[in-house]
């Protein structure tokens, strides 16, 4: 779904463009690139930003957290403390701030100088938003969409088995239908595969 919204939204692909890294999230963008001669692994954002918070905790490092809603910052912000030990949350912010207040919660984020920023905004906004911040700025900062609902137990990933059937999307579908709309760009994006 991010690379068709890419396509739409040229702010949202500069983006992308800029990254440092930008890793195989969905089955789709496997297959997509599998058709291209290309072979990789899909590699989970959810599961790789897990590994890095382990890594981080083991090594010191200073951690910041941005988005979501705040009882879900909250329960976020307990749940990883007791289970990564050693864990340096150094900057914990959730998502739904006032708009005036933006330019002084994200000057409090620089002076942190976090070694790693996890970021659960949303697409666009959250690459777009990383790729301002980003700038000069020390550290690994990644988007991780809705990892923070499922961290928190707010919300729960897709059985292994689903994931293994690469119908992780049917899943959230289920849980989330108002998300129906944002789905049709599953068929667009094989469709614009097809035709190269």
Known sequence: ?????????????????????VIPDGAGVVWALARQGIRVRRSPGIELARQL?????RH??????????????????????????????AFTIHGY????????L?????????????VALGVPRQETWIQRLHQGQPGLWMGVGGSFDVWSGTKERAPVWMGRLQIEWLYRL????????????????AWAVLRG
């Not at 918070?53 to 905790?57: D, R, T, W």
């Open 174 to 189: 289920i849980q989330e239908p108002s998300r129906w709309r944002r789905m049709l760009a599953l068929p667009a994006f």
């Open 106 to 118: 994200e000057e409090q984020l620089r002076a942190a100088r976090p070694d790693l920023v996890l």
């Open 1 to 21: 779904m991010m690379t068709m919204a890419a396509r739409a939204n040229p702010e949202l692909g500069a983006a992308i463009a800029a990254a440092d890294l």
């Open 53 to 57: 918070l382990e890594y981080g905790a």
């Open 60 to 89: 010191g490092w200073r951690v910041a957290l941005v988005g979501a809603s705040p009882q879900v910052m909250e329960l976020l912000r307990q749940r990883l403390l007791a289970e990564i030990p050693g864990l340096d949350l």
């Open 97 to 104: 701030q006032d708009p005036e207040l933006w330019p002084g």
